[in-house]
């Protein structure tokens, strides 16, 4: 259900509100870099700490929305729910690990391609570019990880490998972070999103 009768005096609000979130957004993509640095213990913390940060943004800004809103708020859920799952892994185990972040990809990328369809203008574009994106990074893990296997069983994970899986993160933030950021414009605008 829309509520696109909205008082004129919202609109500069829920703006405001969708682009602080997307502008956050875009910072965490720079605290996947810690990624490489920390132990693998810590790394799995700290891919937690992000997703669970973007998650609860995703869910503020959806909650502004106009239009798709249910749609937007899943996607903030299952990216709040895969950062939450960090947290049950410990161990830090990178195999673990790096196939949650390829289902969270994979199924995030589900609930923007049904958002598509739903949307409309420029936003419809940024979020049809924001589902491909973390398709790809997904199907870039899965045959990252499955290549990596043998590395990983031998040698642990590798510098390289978990540098690869920071790139992964920060470029879903980006592009979720510049979705927001799109959405806050046309909210501003009155455009239909």
Known sequence: MTDSVQPESSRPHKARSIAICGILILLLSAGSALLPIVDRQAGARVVGILLCAAGVLELIAGSQRREVRGLAMAA????????????????????????????????????LLVTVGKSHGSVRMWTAFSAAMDFLLG??????????????????PTAPLVATFAWVLALSFVVTGSLQLEIAS??????SR
């Open 139 to 156: 199907m870039f893990l899965l045959l990252g990880v499955s290549i990596s296997a043998l590395i990983l069983s031998l040698f642990g």
């Open 186 to 191: 046309c909210e501003r605008s009155g455009e």
């Open 76 to 111: 903030g859920g299952i990216t709040l729910l895969a950062g939450l799952s960090f947290f049950l892994n410990p161990a830090g185990q990178f195999m673990p690990v790096a196939y949650l972040v390829m289902s969270w990809l994979f199924l995030r990328s589900l609930i």
